[in-house]
């Protein structure tokens, strides 16, 4: 590991202050963070501390509910009002990673975590997410991982994050805070980036800029299911996840929400795929067609060939669970 | 920089660069080596310890960033001649082969039953809202973190349900 200083921030404001220098990072749970400080593949000359920041708490609100930046991945899927109104963000962050490390990954660090690519970890092969220009060794290399929706000529890898998908199909915010005392509240979907001509750019957040928490909407009623595709039955990555929010009226579908991990640079929404189902009477013909708006695009890169039946497998089967109660037989 | 870290119930005044993990201060400043490390990127679950009472990978976090805190490695959890009940039950179902990651094991063990106790759910808890019960599948799913290079996996869940047991029984 390259040394750095440390800093540990006494408030949001010196914390925003000292990330006004450059070169440096903040540091919450680090579980992410030093694994690829200790590859070399992040090397922040400074390192500003903000574990110890009055950005933990869950609140519900009249807008819905308020997740602080710092709450831990355990707190927060263990959190009552989680588990009762809004069980898919439960069951996404129950399916990421072991015990030991949600109960130190915190909300913000989790949706702002790397991609889990080789190649981008492999400092010795070129990345254009790592090094912008020197090439993408994932494009005609071992691929197996990477992105089928919405990747670029320079970057074909995947977000892994389980709680971003979930929170993506949830419609959530994240709330930032800028050096000089600045505060923006940015939807999810408009937060990541697709790699395009800068894979090295994930996230709309400027330099310095500090995610304080994130915000969800007010549960809608119905069925919500996290079903995640890996290869072992824990403490993997996904290869296809799916986070549904259903709500049948009168034997149709009246609303749906779906995203889609492992298939992207971020979690993956499809207004096409939602509006085909809308107002519909579930059956295999309509998930079969809802596969075919998501996939339309779709493009494998050999090793991941295998994702783009997977994820319409993946969707049928969660659409027919959440459907199931009033499916005709 | 100076650390103050209280492992197992004493407290280590140590003077750290701001690089070492608390996996290496544990075990090369304090001199505890109980404590294990297998992968280093938090990937095998050998150098899991307590932090003021909840299970971390000591490889994946700074000393720095743990003053003031109370560390429990292997060695607080029992001594040779008083063994913690899950020290005890994985000597009684023969819980490993090498030995290396039983240090892991037992500490994450140890707090993993805690959050059973507290209700955490896990990914194979078939309700969010139910009791959590020691059963084989939960406590292989709540594991997961911890491996084992000699596959004593059958073992270890048979001394971690031992524990789980026992404890039911006095309580």
């Not at chain 1, 579980?31 to 500003?48: F, G, I, S």
């Not at chain 1, 304080?212 to 009623?221: F, K, M, Q, R």
């Not at chain 1, 609303?255 to 993956?268: D, E, I, R, T, V």
């Not at chain 2, 490390?37 to 009472?53: E, I, L, P, R």
Request: proline share 5%; charged share 20%.
């Amino acid at each position: 590991m390259r040394a750095f200083d440390y800093i540990r921030a006494g408030s949001c404001t010196e914390a925003l202050a000292e990330a006004e220098v450059p070169g440096t990072a903040f540091i919450a749970g680090g579980t992410n963070l030093l694994d690829l400080m200790k590859h070399e593949v992040m090397a922040p000359a400074r390192l500003v501390d903000i574990s110890r920041l009055d950005l933990g708490g869950i609140t519900l609100t009249e807008a819905g509910l308020r997740i602080g930046a710092l709450v831990p991945n355990s707190d927060l899927a263990a959190d009552p009002l989680l588990r009762r109104h809004w069980p898919l963000l439960s069951r996404a962050l129950l399916a990421g990673a072991s015990g030991q490390l949600r109960n130190k990954a915190t909300t913000g660090g989790n949706l702002l975590q790397r991609t889990r690519c080789y190649y981008f970890y492999d400092t010795a092969m070129p990345c254009n997410k790592r090094e912008p220009g020197s090439g993408c060794a994932a494009i005609g290399g071992f691929n197996r991982i990477h992105a089928i929706l919405g990747a670029s000529d320079q970057c074909i890898a995947t977000h892994p994050s389980d709680m971003a998908v979930a929170l993506r199909a949830l419609s959530a915010e994240v709330e930032l805070l800028a050096p000089g005392g600045g505060r923006r509240q940015v939807p999810l979907a408009q937060f990541y980036r697709l790699p395009g001509d800068t894979p090295h750019l994930e996230t709309v957040l400027e330099p310095g800029e500090m995610v304080a928490a994130v915000l969800l909407p007010p549960a809608e009623g119905g069925r919500q299911i996290y079903r995640k595709v890996r290869d072992r039955a824990s403490y993997a990555f996904a290869l296809v996840s799916v986070a549904a929010c259903l709500r049948m009226e009168g034997g149709r579908i009246a609303a749906a929400a779906l995203a889609f991990g492992g298939l992207a640079h971020m979690p993956w929404r499809s207004a096409d795929v939602e509006g085909a189902l809308i107002g519909e009477v579930p059956s295999a013909a309509l998930f079969d067609r809802a596969g075919d708006l998501l996939l339309a695009e779709a493009k494998g890169h050999g090793d991941n060939d295998f994702k783009i039946p997977l994820a319409r497998r993946t969707l049928a089967a969660v659409l027919a669970e959440a459907c199931a109660e009033e499916m005709p037989a | 920089m100076h650390v103050t870290l209280t492992i197992n119930d004493t407290k280590h005044h140590l003077e750290l660069d701001p690089r070492v993990t608390l996996l290496d201060a544990i075990r090369s400043h304090a001199g505890l080596t109980g404590t294990k490390k297998g992968c280093d990127h938090g990937q095998c679950g050998a150098c899991t310890v307590m932090v003021n009472g909840r299970r971390i990978n000591s490889c994946l976090s700074l000393a720095v960033m743990h003053d003031g805190d109370a560390i429990t490695t292997i060695e607080g959890l029992g001594t040779p001649e008083a063994l913690s009940p899950l020290q005890a039950a994985f000597i009684e179902t023969d819980g490993f082969q090498c030995g290396y990651c039983t240090p892991g094991q037992i500490c994450s063990a140890t707090a993993m039953l805690e959050e059973i106790r507290a209700g955490w759910p896990s990914h194979v808890s078939e309700t969010l809202d139910g009791p959590a019960l020691p059963t084989e599948a939960e406590i292989a799913e709540r594991m997961s973190g911890n491996l084992c290079r000699c596959s004593a996996y059958p073992n270890i869940i048979a001394a971690i349900r031992l524990a789980a047991a026992e404890r039911e029984d006095a309580a």
